[in-house]
């Protein structure tokens, strides 16, 4: 693995298993920033509100991706008997922006601190095993507004780096590539996500196709 590059995960991962009448469900995702965490989190915790626990990890980025953000908690279980051990699970796979949370369904029987780690443990693991680890590289995002006009410039120089016109991935292209939304109203604004090392590059192209006419902001 490159220095620019990092491992995180395919997709989302699921994964259940039973220990002592206690149902664990282990859920894993990839996701870009803590926002996006923290609202996977919180729609799982929806989702099953009638479990005894909901047990989150995540590693994020943040700063630009100067800093990996690491969180995980007990979210009611003994102290240091879930949401550490969760975490430690994702720091030993080397995984970043990923998210997890394990659910539990209690089953009347106490499996102790050290029985809880390993189910919380295995929770994650067997989560991202069937989410799959994969190698990405580092992204920025930045939006671009033009008029009608210039448009479909646009979003042929976006769609000729890594999507086609119906949004999937080309065959050939690397992971990692360009991701865009576009937003038509009264102008057409897209929301980029591009690999870091490429980000100048392309908004030197979006700016030399429209003579200078497209709006680009990079505070996104």
């Not at 590693?59 to 690491?70: C, K, N, P, Y």
């Not at 030993?92 to 922006?97: A, F, H, L, S, Y």
């Not at 580092?138 to 999507?163: C, K, M, N, Q, W």
């Not at 999937?168 to 292209?173: H, L, N, T």
């Amino acid at each position: 693995m490159s220095d620019d590059t990092y491992l995180t995960l395919a997709g989302r991962g699921r994964a259940t298993f039973e220990i002592r009448g206690s149902e664990f469900i282990g859920h894993a995702a990839p996701a870009a920033d803590r926002e996006e965490a923290e609202a996977f989190v919180a729609g799982i915790r929806s989702e099953y509100d009638d479990a005894t626990h909901n047990v989150p990890t995540y590693r994020v980025r943040e700063s630009g991706g100067q800093m990996l953000r690491e969180y995980g908690d007990d979210d009611g279980e003994p102290s240091g008997s879930a949401g550490k051990p969760a975490l430690n699970v994702l720091q030993q796979e080397d995984v970043e922006n990923a998210v997890v949370v394990v659910t539990r369904y209690y089953g009347g029987t106490n499996l102790g601190v050290g029985g809880l780690a390993r189910a919380y443990s295995r929770g994650v693991k067997d989560a991202v095993e069937d989410a799959g680890v994969v190698e990405e590289r580092p992204h920025e995002r930045f939006s671009v507004a033009v008029e009608y006009d210039d448009s479909g410039t646009v979003r042929g120089i976006l769609e000729s780096e890594g999507r086609d016109s119906s949004g999937d991935e080309r065959q050939d292209a690397p992971r990692g590539g360009v991701e865009f939304d576009a937003d038509y109203a009264e102008r057409v604004t897209f929301a980029v996500r591009v690999p870091v090392e490429e980000g100048d590059d392309l908004r030197d192209r979006i700016r030399s196709a429209t003579s200078g006419r497209a709006e680009i902001d990079d505070s996104e």
